[in-house]
């Protein structure tokens, strides 16, 4: 593929506790990007998208959304799409994401990013409704693979299987959660390296590394914790597969200050830096 989006560097989510560090440092501070968190920036004017501006005269940023509900049966929802559109072309984002999951029943919102049975039907559903949002945005979108704590028996082949099947059909990007794939093989007890092999290497324009929570009988992605050394080594691995894939932190709770977030992105940094070339990690 060659118009796969440009490799951005290493990355953090924005948040509204680093606002004011991030514009006083001026461009200086050793990240190249951020993301965004679509839905907090819908809104025109206020202090968000004011912030929002400031930072994207300095830095790249890319939308990733939690409300798009890809998966749900529900028709889609072409008033948030409506905004998301209008969000995309105020941001200028590289590129917009959203998740595998839906979020919500009979037109309420869980907040939950919730799984989906990995069947033809499924598969066939979900990338028609993809086809639908990239000619409305008029761009390919990127799909993450969520975390998950139970299984479907209807399911009729692996994660990893319906991922590549699905980006594959829709003709989308793919966004490779780490994270998640280490806690989805931990809570389901699958090879997650083998899930990394499987996801085509021509798809996938970024990697979210993030930390956990362990609950009683199962790993939590709650994405307040630093990310583990595990997590890490499989994004080594990721490495040694995709080469170089724009990286970041993603931090959502119990946030630590801006400078405990840059100390993981470059461990992040130094990774990719002892298995590739420096020439191929250099930011276009």
């Known amino acids: 593929m060659t118009d796969r989006p440009p490799f951005l560097g290493f990355g953090l989510g924005l948040r509204p506790q680093h606002y004011a560090e991030i514009l006083e440092a001026e461009g200086d501070l050793p990240i190249d990007w951020f993301e ?19 930072i994207r005269e300095r830095y790249p940023v890319v939308m990733h959304g939690v409300s798009m509900s890809i998966a749900s ?19 200028q984002p590289k590129w917009i994401s959203d998740h595998l999951c839906w979020t919500g029943v009979h037109g309420v919102n869980l907040h939950d990013l919730l799984p989906v049975p990995y069947t033809e039907e499924a598969l066939t559903h979900i990338a028609g409704r993809i086809a639908q949002v990239q000619d409305y945005l008029g761009r390919r979108i990127a799909i993450e693979n969520v975390s998950s704590y139970v ?22 990007w793919l966004l490779l959660d780490v994270n998640n794939v280490f806690v989805s093989g931990q809570n389901h007890e699958f090879d997650d390296a083998g899930f990394v092999q499987a996801i085509p290497q021509d798809r996938v324009v970024q990697f979210h590394l993030a930390g956990h929570s362990e609950g009683n009988d199962c790993l939590i992605d709650t994405h307040d914790q630093p990310v583990c050394d595990e997590v890490f080594a499989l994004y080594a691995k990721a490495i040694e597969r995709f080469g170089p894939i ?38 276009t």
């Not at 839905?39 to 400031?54: C, Q, S």
């Open 36 to 54: 965004i968190i679509s839905e907090n920036y819908m809104a025109p004017g206020g202090r968000p998208r004011h912030m929002l501006d400031r």
């Open 73 to 91: 049966t529900a028709p889609l929802n072409w008033d948030y799409l409506a905004d998301l559109k209008a969000l995309a072309d105020h941001a």
């Open 151 to 172: 299984e479907f028996q209807e399911s009729e082949m692996s994660e990893w299987e319906f991922v590549a099947e699905l980006a594959n059909r829709a003709d989308c």
């Open 246 to 283: 724009s990286t970041m932190i993603e931090r959502d709770d119990n946030i630590p200050p801006l400078a405990e977030l840059i100390a993981e992105l470059n461990r992040a940094r130094a990774i990719a830096g002892r298995i590739l070339d420096p020439a191929d990690l250099k930011v």
